[in-house]
């Protein structure tokens, strides 16, 4: 059954279909849509109304051909933790996460949605198991389905974003190798780190696109478009318009790099079974000139640009966009594991 991933963003979403075809993940149909006077963190009945609609006419425009639809929740949104408990059968799993849950929420469990799932036994103490946790405010669930629903869509699922891009850019269990995920997006970045096919430590930066753009429109005098755009054209490239662009990037990204290590040496502190060796960079700003190179010659690990294609193949129909989709691959990291979620 095709199943379409739609990555929502504040003013922009992008979007895949994805289909199983003889035991093959095949990408039928794939989109992006931008625009500035989208809101969807406003609460406001109209801007919903809008944004839904916004939904409607991408995908009439891109042609998908299913309405089985998996959203993403921003970070913002979620709780997300792992918990060791002791090894219990199922039904007494289910009674005692309720317990669990109101230790690490910081809201009333009346008021939120709350999924685990089993993720291994503890490496140090093999009388207890690691779970993940993850709740959501309901009301914020009930706003994602109504967007989806007024959209014409049927929604299959929701979950976090690190979620999703844990799913397709992390290791398995079978080839384990630990990796932290920086999907940098518009308006923060996350630091993931997976291993063994699970999300282990998430954190949130308040850096992103956003933020950069404008850092480079107050630094340099520039308008919001005009700052867009020397991002996007010259990003860390020191080489570039007398290196002022670079200067003021700089800053946030080694911010940025303080936190990816301090978030590694926390992880491997309580984890010391594990050794991190790469770094995976996903979202739109992962395609900032300079960006790579400057976070290779800075982080004393394997840096790669996400491809969330390595196990999908592209539909006769999409072949000769092979090499754009390749290029593009960070951008559609988050909405390609959505869609491998129900496929």
Not at 133 to 149: C, D, G, M, N, W
Request: net charge neutral; charged share 25%.
């Amino acid at each position: 059954m095709p199943i379409i991933g739609l990555d929502l963003g504040r003013h922009n979403f992008r979007a895949v279909e994805l289909d199983s075809q003889k035991n093959k993940f095949v990408l039928l149909r794939y989109g992006t849509y931008e625009n500035p006077k989208l809101n969807l963190e406003s609460e406001s009945k109209d801007d919903m109304n809008i944004y839904s609609q916004a939904i409607r006419d991408f995908f009439d425009e891109t042609g998908f051909k299913t309405a089985n639809t998996v959203v993403s929740l921003p970070e913002q949104q979620v709780y997300m933790r792992i918990i060791k408990i002791p090894a219990l059968s199922d039904k007494d799993l289910k009674n005692s996460i309720q317990f669990e849950a109101e230790q690490y929420i910081p809201l009333p469990l009346k008021e939120v949605s709350i999924s685990y799932q089993k993720i291994d036994v503890d490496a140090f103490d093999k009388n207890k198991i690691n779970v993940q946790l993850v709740a959501a405010k309901k009301t914020t669930l009930e706003k994602y389905v109504q967007i989806l629903r007024q959209a014409k869509l049927i929604p299959k699922g929701i979950e976090p974003e690190t979620l999703a891009v844990g799913r397709i850019l992390g290791d398995t269990e079978d080839h384990p190798s630990a990796s932290i995920i920086l999907n940098i997006g518009f308006s923060q970045t996350l630091i993931c780190i997976t291993y063994r096919g699970f999300v282990r430590f998430t954190r949130s930066i308040s850096i992103g696109g956003d933020t950069i753009t404008r850092a480079i429109s107050q630094s340099l005098g520039f308008d919001y478009s005009q700052s867009e755009e020397y991002k996007k054209t010259y990003g860390l490239d020191s080489s570039q318009v007398e290196g002022k662009i670079f200067e003021v990037i700089k800053p946030l990204f080694d911010s940025v790099i303080q936190e990816v290590k301090r978030s590694k040496m926390f992880f491997t502190t309580h984890n010391p079974n594990i050794t991190i060796n790469r770094v995976i960079l996903s979202g739109g700003t992962a395609l900032m000139p300079g960006l790579f190179i400057y976070m290779a010659n800075n982080l004393d690990l394997e840096v790669e640009l996400a491809n969330p294609w390595k196990n999908i193949e592209f539909s006769d129909r999409l072949a000769s966009k092979k090499d754009s989709l390749l290029q593009e691959g960070p951008l559609f990291a988050t909405s390609a594991g959505l869609a491998l979620k129900e496929v």
